[in-house]
Every structure is written in C-alpha cells, then in structure tokens.
C-alpha cells in the first residue's frame, strides 16, 4: 500500500470519523437543546429523526449520481454540506432552522458515507480492500465511541453550540485534504439518472422509516405511525410499477454477486442485533444502575471501542480465514455477548455488563466491516456507487426496524411484568435474528473474483 493511498484512506476516513462523533453526541445534547430552544425534551427527538430520514432517503440516488459523474465530486459536495449544515446547527435559534441544519446534515452524511466507501472500492485492489475498510470502520468505530464524551466535555467548558462548530474547522481541513490526495474516480457518463424512480423511492424510504421511528417513539397505536409506513410503502409499490428491467436502480451487474448479496444480508441482520444494543440499552444501563449520562458513556465504551477494535481486526481476519468465516466469528460473536448481556442483565455485576458489551462490540465491529468489504470486492468500480448506496440503506432498513419492534417489546414487557425483563426478551430476540444470518455463510462461494 503506498504512502499516497495510505494518506488518502486517512482523509477519506477523516469525515466519518467526524460524521460518527456528531451522530453518537448529539444524543447527550438533546436536553439542552431543548431548554435553549424552547420546546420539550419529546418534542427535541426531532433532531434525531431528522438527521438518520435525510440520511437514509437519497441513498441510491447518490449512489447513482456517483456513479454518473464520479463519486470525488459528491465526496467533496457532501464533506462541504456537512460543514454548513454544522454551521447551520451551531447558529440556529429556533428547532425549525435547527431541524433544517440536521437534515442537510443528514443527506451530506449520506453523500459521504456512499461515496467515500466508492473511493476505497476504486483505490484498493482485492487483497488490500479487505485491509482499508476495516481501517475505515475502525476509525468510524472510535467517533462513535468518543461522541458522547465529546459532547459532554464541549457542553460543559462552552456550550451545545461549540460541538457543531467544532465541526466546520475539521471539516474545512477534511476538503482541502481529500481535494489534494484522492484524484478523479471512475464514472460512467453514459449511465441514466432515472430521476422520477429514484424520487419515489426516496419518499417511499423516508416515510416507511419515518413512520416506523414514530412507532418506537410514540408507539404502534400512534396514527401517525401507521400513516406514515402506508404512505411510505405506496410509495415503494409505484416504485415498482415504475421499474424497468433494462435499467434497474442497482444494476443486475451488482445484485447477482453471491459476495455482494452475502455481504448485505449479514450487514441488514447484524444490524439487528447492534441497533437494539446500541440505542436500547444504554438507557437501560442508566435507568438500572442508577447513573447519569457521562457515567453511562463512559460504561458504553466497552461496546464501542472493542466495535473499533474488532473493525481494525477484520481485515487481516478475511485475508487469513476469508470473508464468509470472518463473517461467521463477528456474528456469533455479537449474538453471544447480546445473550450473555439478556443473562446479565443490566443492573448485573458491573464486570460482566462490561465483559458481554466487550464481546457484543468486537463481534459487531469485525462484521461490520468484513460485510462492507465482501459486499464490495467483487463490484466493479464504475458500479461502486449504487453498491455501496445500496448496502448502507438495507443497513438503515435494518437499524430501523429493529429499533421500532423491539422499543415496542420491550415496553409491553416491561409494562406487564416490569424490571428488565423487557430488554432481556428485545436482546435474545435480536441475536436470535443474527443468528439466523449463520446459515448463509455456509452457502457463501469458496472464493471471490475481483473485476480489478
């Protein structure tokens, strides 16, 4: 790998690091934010939903764009976005300009995450992919991990506002690098941008999501809810009567690869299980034990940074025992830590909280990333674009549902026999969920061409 390339992945991974540190902080800041702005602490969640809805929404248009016109352009465009739409949250005096700045947030996000993952599909060839993403991962690993604590430390010496110009500086300098070490990416100048298809579908993905995060918050009674999935899946059905067979929105070129559909699945189904870890428990923990939100930061770390670990793992794990096995260990590995934690439970003994979180996050962290990388090897680059797009939504899909089903559990449980009973039952049931994604790796070809 030359120093050049080796430079390129830092600035490549330099956004997401950011991105990971904006989307895990801003959760500690939702007080604030709300008491500064005026409304509720309900009413605040907003500034979550905002964000993941314009996250998930344009993911295969972006994907398609990038694929058009290259994905260095919509890399640039999105690492900008994101700095303005920082600036835009750090100034923002009403929810309504702050709810704008999460949602440009959100669509950047989108832009980045596509097309930086199009950049390492391009610039590594097949033996050193495996190695890149799981560095990428990684350091995405560690700006989830440290969000919180950043978030808590810039509250406390300034102000909420300070964690999101934070963000334009870093930012600003993340351009200028990416501009200066990634060149021109392959595009396909010929390839139709099906403008009103990918629309329709980005409605049909905004309201299914938005309404199925409804749900989790509100609940499934919540008319809203139910609206806004029935909304989202006509959407999604005239997206399929708008289908053309000699133009689908991802190409057949990418979706009969037996790596790229193992690769998905793993990453839907894995997150699963590390969407119901991730947003369910650390209130859990805080509730159970007692604690505020920095102790309980400070006791997530064990999850996310052994996720950094287990992503850093993950590439010299598929270059000695190939994707599918890699694939295999990481799942396990999370569905063992989230039974152990369902045993525990979390107001166990502290050391064996942290021990199952320790295994839940490596086993989460080497799957992740060894998804994204056996997803992607086999694509050629000029298709690295709708590949990736359409990985991260499936991704989303699965955070989404995942979240709704099992905060929906949970509270029914919880309601009927109280104590923890209802995490313990949303956590056996999210790692029966990745579990069931053990099967597939078996059937999983032996090896995998590379088009490079």
Known sequence: MSARRVFALVALS?????????????????????????????????????????????????????????????????????????AVCASADSMTVMLAGRALQGASSACCFTTSLAAID???????????????GAIGGVGSASGPLVASVLAQIWSWRAFFAVNVAVLGAAAVLLAVLVPPLPSNPERDVPLVRLVVLLLGIGFSVGGMQRAASAGWSTPGAWGGIAVGVAFLALTYRLRRPDDPLVPASVTRLPSFRLGTAEATLSNWGSGVVMVLVPTALAVARGIDVLDTGLLFLAFSILFALGGACSGPLVRARGGPATLELGMFLLAVGMVALAVVGPDGALGLVLLTLAVAGYGNGIVYSASTSYALVAVAPVDAGEASAA?????????????????????????????SWGLRVALLVAAAVVVGGLPLTRRAPAGVESPR
Not at 398 to 412: E, F, I, R
């Open 14 to 86: 330099l956004p997401i690091f950011v991105l990971s540190v904006d989307a895990n902080g801003v959760v500690v800041l939702l007080p604030q934010i709300a008491h500064d702005l005026g409304v509720s602490n309900a009413a605040a969640s907003a500034v979550i939903t905002a964000q993941s809805l314009a996250f998930a929404a344009p993911l295969l248009l972006i994907g398609r764009l990038a694929d058009r016109f290259g994905a260095r352009p919509l890399l640039l465009g999105g690492v900008l976005g994101f700095a303005a739409a920082s």
């Open 122 to 136: 391009a610039l590594f060839d097949a033996d050193r992919q495996p190695i890149a993403v799981g560095i990428w």
């Open 391 to 419: 990985l991260s939504m499936l991704r989303v899909l699965g955070l989404a549902l995942a979240v709704a089903l099992s905060t929906s559990l949970m509270t029914n449980i919880d309601d009927e026999f109280g104590g």
